[in-house]
């Protein structure tokens, strides 16, 4: 027992390998652990996060209950207490990686340290961490809305007969009247200048009837198009406005590193 | 210096074309007898603002006796045909106007004048392709020659073609008029009819401002 202990206070990550140690040395080192005061298995979290809208995952094992203190230390703030707790077994913290100040903590390497203590007894461990800063994505601006797109603002309308229809309904009814009003004591009417007026609108409407028809504003398509136009450029006051928000964000990127010694 | 402070004119809302036609025409008087046909110069100027419209159409025909007829004469008619117009809805417009006609010699055939009150029906056949009919009375028609015509006596119908041309800066026009006024004269031995008929039609071009 008192081995094992040697070997938890030297060695507090060591786990023995239940495969190959038997069930009563396993036994042995599970009290050994209660019998002693170390903090072990302390992880903290690899995370990337917006600052102030995330946390950074802390995690150890305390062996006996105790007053743990969890701080990180280093960098340009000395030392800033993030936890005070009394605990046993396995602690879980988040950490919002804030100064006091509610600014998120600058770029650096830190350490944070938990540190347990029982009366006379005191523990502590410690992990490096990396935080850098980064920039906060922002979002691209909209050309155009997914599942929408515009339609054309004219559209030509189907080939129709009715202006050679038209042409030739003008023109009867003026050769037509001139004939009805013309004075039967003068002889029948000239129709020569009609006929001549009248055949060159009928050869007009013909000519209008086979030539394509010029477009259309298309009023149904014109709305739609104002109405996602209108959608597109409101989604990009938000896009603009989220931005300007997202520009005043800092990325953090925490990194645990690797352990140099154990705790004491 | 005077050029410099008059301002520019401006057309923004407005449109204006002239432009000279070549004129034909049939004119018969009293009776089928009495008819002549022949050809001259015109001008037409247009000018439309906002509902409005007035069409100033000038003429110069130098008409020659039908070989078909008794007459022996030529004459020239000189018209003057004023027309301003209103639009109402849709494809109809008002018109108020005057008509003048002069013969030249005097007597060879009757100087005429009279108000026009009518209506035209216009329609766009294409872009830039545009036809209109028009018809009305001839009211208080006054004769070089004396003769009287009822209020519905004399008669006039119109059929006109426009087409745009050369970005719009070009008009080619064909307007076709006929006339019919009932005339009536008293030597003192009765009402007798004596009417007067013309069939014009005028081909030309105008320039748009």
Not at chain 1, 40 to 68: K, W
């Amino acid at each position: 027992m008192d081995a094992f202990k040697q070997v938890v206070l030297i060695e507090p990550e060591r786990d023995l390998d239940p495969n190959r140690t038997s069930p009563k040395a396993l036994s042995a080192f599970q009290v050994a652990l209660t019998q002693i005061l170390v903090v072990r298995q302390l992880r903290v979290d690899s995370v990337n996060f917006i600052g102030g809208e995330g946390a950074v995952g802390i995690r150890y094992t305390v062996t006996q209950p105790s007053r743990v203190v969890t701080r990180v230390t280093g960098g340009t703030m000395g030392s800033m207490r993030i936890d005070s707790t009394v605990a046993n077994g396995q602690v879980n913290l988040r950490w919002p990686a804030r100064m006091p100040s509610g600014d998120p903590v600058p770029a650096g390497n830190y350490n944070v340290v938990v540190e347990a203590t029982v009366g006379q007894n005191s523990f502590s461990t410690s992990q490096p961490i990396r935080i850098t800063h980064g920039v906060v994505d922002t979002v691209a601006h909209l050309t155009s809305l997914p599942g929408y797109t515009y339609l054309p603002e004219t559209e030509v309308p189907p080939k129709s007969w009715r202006p050679m229809g038209l042409a030739l309904v003008y023109s009867g009814i003026a050769l037509a009247g001139t004939s009805a009003l013309s004075q039967g004591d003068l002889g029948s009417a000239s129709m020569r200048e009609g006929g001549v007026i009248g055949g060159g609108i009928v050869l007009a409407g013909f000519i209008m009837t086979l030539k394509k028809p010029a477009p259309q504003p298309a009023r149904g398509n014109i709305l739609y198009n104002s109405l996602l136009r209108e959608q597109i450029a409101r989604r990009n006051t938000e896009i603009a406005q989220e931005n300007t928000r997202r520009r005043q964000q800092v990325a953090l990127s925490v990194v645990p590193l690797p352990r140099t010694g154990g705790g004491r | 210096m005077v050029l410099s402070i008059i301002p520019s004119f401006q057309l923004s809302a407005q449109h204006f074309s002239v432009g000279p036609q070549v004129v034909f025409g049939d004119y018969r008087e009293v009776s089928s007898d009495l008819r002549y046909n022949g050809g001259g110069i015109g001008a037409k100027a247009t000018l439309e603002w906002k509902k409005f419209s007035a069409d100033i159409v000038l003429s110069k025909v130098k008409y020659k006796p039908d070989s078909h007829g008794t007459a022996t004469t030529a004459f020239d008619a000189s018209e003057v045909d004023v027309r301003l117009r209103y639009y109402i809805t849709g494809p109809v417009s008002g018109e108020l106007g005057f008509i003048n006609r002069k013969a030249d010699p005097e007597f060879e055939a009757q100087s005429v004048g009279a108000i026009t009150a009518g209506a035209q029906m216009a329609y766009l056949l294409g872009p830039g392709v545009r036809m209109a009919l028009r018809g009305g009375l001839m009211l208080g028609a006054k004769y070089s020659g004396g003769g009287t015509t009822s209020g519905l006596g004399a008669l006039q119908l119109g059929l006109g073609l426009t087409v745009d041309a050369l970005h719009d800066r070009v008009r080619v026009t064909g307007d076709y008029g006929f006339q019919r006024f009932s005339r009536k004269t008293d030597d003192g031995s009765g009402a007798l009819p004596a009417p007067i008929q013309q069939s014009l039609g005028r081909v030309g071009f105008a320039i748009a401002f």
